[in-house]
């Protein structure tokens, strides 16, 4: 609802903030790890975290109370988020494994493994039925979790892929990668449709916005962009 924010921090906590005062609500120190990432479930109510404890821990945002604690990842987790109905979370890890975990029972539904690196970067799409993923093996790979197997592997970037998300209609992945560029990538075909270049430092987040027209960037150039994914510009 945009009235607080959730970080995860290198000093090992989770804090949540009142976006208008800018004060923090309340820190949680449950991880024994740095926070790598973060993100709200669909109706607000809870959040997750992933960390270099090698576990995923689900909040209560309301109250910052642990309401479930998920293991199973043999390396850092680098990448969380919920599925688009809230009763799943989908993780991306150092093993180089996917997994996506019942927020209730704690249980890994399903596994992938194809990557050859780390996996840096994960997005849901259909209920969870649709995983992206980007990786360490400058890949970008398209998962469909009924059939727990890979339908297509995007190739293009010449380094690591930071960051993946669908754009609102699912007809698309934008990824942002070490090598400076943002790609537009078809997810029937898997082919890239556009490339961003601006940036002059490696990217390390990329997000879609509503509208579906453009998305945002993150780079170690100091600078955030705004870009229309169907100009280019």
């Known amino acids: 609802n945009g009235r607080r924010i959730v970080s995860g921090s290198r000093d090992k906590t989770v804090r949540m903030w009142d976006s208008q005062s800018g004060e923090c609500q309340y820190t949680l120190k449950s991880h ?24 995923i821990r ?3 945002a309301e109250t910052g109370k642990c309401k479930q604690v998920l293991t199973g990842h043999s390396g850092w987790v680098r990448s969380v988020v919920f599925s688009s109905e809230g009763k799943q979370v989908v993780s991306g890890s ?8 019942n927020i209730v029972t704690g249980e890994c539904i399903c596994k992938f493994a194809s990557h050859t690196g780390w996996i840096l970067s ?8 649709r ?4 990786s360490q093996d400058k890949t970008i790979r398209i998962w469909d979790s009924l059939a727990s197997e890979c339908q297509l592997t995007s190739t293009g970037h010449s ?4 960051s993946v998300c669908f754009t609102t209609n699912g007809k698309q992945i934008v990824s942002a990668s070490l090598d ?3 790609g537009i990538w078809d997810t029937g075909t898997g082919k890239c449709q556009l490339i961003l270049a601006g940036h002059t430092g490696s990217i390390t987040s990329v997000s879609c916005c509503q509208d579906g027209k453009h998305a945002s960037s993150g780079s170690r150039d100091k600078t955030i962009r705004v870009w ?3 100009t280019g510009e």
């Open 159 to 162: 380094r690591a892929v930071n």
């Open 228 to 230: 229309n994914i169907e």
């Open 94 to 101: 150092d093993d180089k494994t996917i997994r996506m975990w």
């Open 180 to 182: 400076n560029k943002i």
């Open 122 to 129: 994960v997005g849901c799409y259909a209920e969870g039925k």
């Open 32 to 55: 024994l790890g740095w926070v790598m990432s973060v993100a709200y479930s669909p109706d607000d109510m809870h959040f997750v975290s992933g960390s270099r404890d090698k576990s």
């Open 58 to 60: 689900i909040w209560n």
């Open 131 to 134: 995983i992206i993923s980007g």
